[in-house]
């Protein structure tokens, strides 16, 4: 098939089924004809057509469509790209509104565990139950086990300090070669004959590690805006709850508030706890956080939030100061994800900042490197 068949095929499944008269396939045509078919399974849904429509008289006198959710999954698989299929699939659930892609479990197991659909799960879990709902928390495991194998490594290199350079490690790694210690140590292996230093022993610096704990509450903002920040913060919490030199507090708000601290080492049963949406109470949820604080001088308080306060901006900076005041370290976040593309309340932000807090828009390792500056 040439370039311009190949060409005129893709401008046919783009202008669909209508523009059959005018415009055929050529080549494959069954293979761009089932394409077609399964675009227009989801993309017909624009002109207010129902799910299962059935197919207009097609060239060859096709039958009529016999696709269903599941089947029309099995099929897009097949026939397009992954990342072609992932923009389906969100189409499919954002766009419209195809819930069965997370209440029927034949369709729920076909599909590609991603950040994507994590986010989707998270929005709609409220209408899961049984094996439906058991098998949305092993997608949401997969993916929060893949994200905090991806910012563990890094998060860890932040937290854990500068060198120690009193102290040898037995971890081999070329930024902490300590030169000079294996030179001393090696100089009885000179080679007179060959005129060069003969290396038996290799000697590395080792990381210090603080043990004197400090406490972080992390207060995150469940409102829809910030998913991914929320996601994130999960993971985060789970990292940080590993290290023993951070007693870690997790409390997530909206109106109300909800103290996860319990969970905080779960990722998954803290993303399966949130209740996305409705109004927002930084000020109450600050409030919160501020009776979590026995040691202030070792307490760091990361508000991580858009900063659009709806019970009343007075109260946010008076119970914030009131926490600068304590000794305590006030950070607030407005984004925190891999990206952290901020959108935020800039009046709210500059008037936090001029009382002290820390304010900017963070990914979780450039959290991680604020962290272990201060500890």
């Given at each position: 098939m040439t370039d311009e068949q190949e060409l005129l095929n893709r401008w046919r499944l783009i202008l669909g089924k209508?523009?059959?008269?005018?415009?055929?396939?050529?080549?494959?045509?069954l293979h761009y004809m089932d394409m077609e078919e399964a675009l227009d399974f989801l993309y017909s849904r624009e002109y207010g057509e129902e799910q299962g429509i059935r197919q207009e008289d097609r060239a060859g006198g096709r039958e009529d469509s016999k696709l269903t959710v599941p089947s029309w999954l099995q099929k897009v698989k097949k026939l397009f790209p992954k990342q072609t299929v992932e923009v389906m699939e969100r189409h499919a659930l954002e766009k419209y509104n195809m819930t069965e892609l997370l209440t029927d479990p034949e369709v729920l197991k076909k599909?590609?565990?991603?950040?994507?659909?994590?986010?989707?799960?998270?929005?709609?879990k409220h209408m899961m139950k049984g094996k439906v709902l058991n098998m949305a928390k092993e997608i949401v495991k997969k993916v929060a086990e893949e994200l905090t194998k991806k910012?563990?490594?890094?998060?860890?290199?932040s937290l854990f300090g500068k060198l120690d350079r009193t102290t040898s490690s037995p971890v081999p790694s070329a930024r902490n070669l300590d030169m000079k210690k294996t030179i001393r140590q090696n100089l009885k292996n000179y080679d007179t004959e060959q005129e060069r230093l003969v290396l038996k022993q290799v000697y590395f610096h080792s990381r210090m590690k603080r043990y004197n704990s400090w406490r972080v509450i992390l207060c995150v903002d469940e409102s829809g805006s910030m998913l991914d920040s929320v996601i994130h913060s999960a993971v985060m919490a789970g990292i940080f709850a590993r290290l023993p030199m951070?007693?870690?507090?997790?409390?997530?708000?909206?109106?109300?508030?909800?103290?996860?601290?319990?969970?905080?080492?779960?990722?998954v049963?803290?993303?399966?706890?949130?209740?996305?949406?409705?109004?927002?109470?930084?000020?109450?949820?600050?409030?919160?956080?501020e009776r979590l604080i026995d040691f202030p001088y070792r307490t760091m308080v990361i508000l991580i939030s858009d900063l659009y306060e709806g019970g009343g901006y007075q109260n946010?900076?008076?119970?914030?100061?009131?926490?600068i005041e304590s000794g305590a370290k006030l950070i607030a976040l407005t984004a925190l994800d891999m990206e952290a593309n901020p959108c935020y309340d800039r009046n709210a932000a500059a008037r936090l900042a001029a009382l002290g807090a820390h304010v900017g828009a963070m990914t979780p390792e450039e959290l991680a490197e604020w962290i272990g500056k201060i500890i």
């Open positions: 209508y523009a059959a008269q005018q415009l055929s396939f050529s080549g494959n045509t599909l590609e565990p991603n950040r994507e659909l994590l986010k989707t799960i998270l929005t709609l910012m563990e490594q890094e998060m860890k290199r951070l007693d870690v507090k997790l409390v997530i708000f909206d109106t109300h508030v909800v103290d996860l601290s319990g969970y905080v080492e779960d990722p049963e803290t993303l399966m706890s949130i209740q996305l949406g409705g109004g927002t109470n930084i000020a109450g949820a600050l409030s919160y956080c946010l900076y008076s119970i914030s100061k009131g926490i």
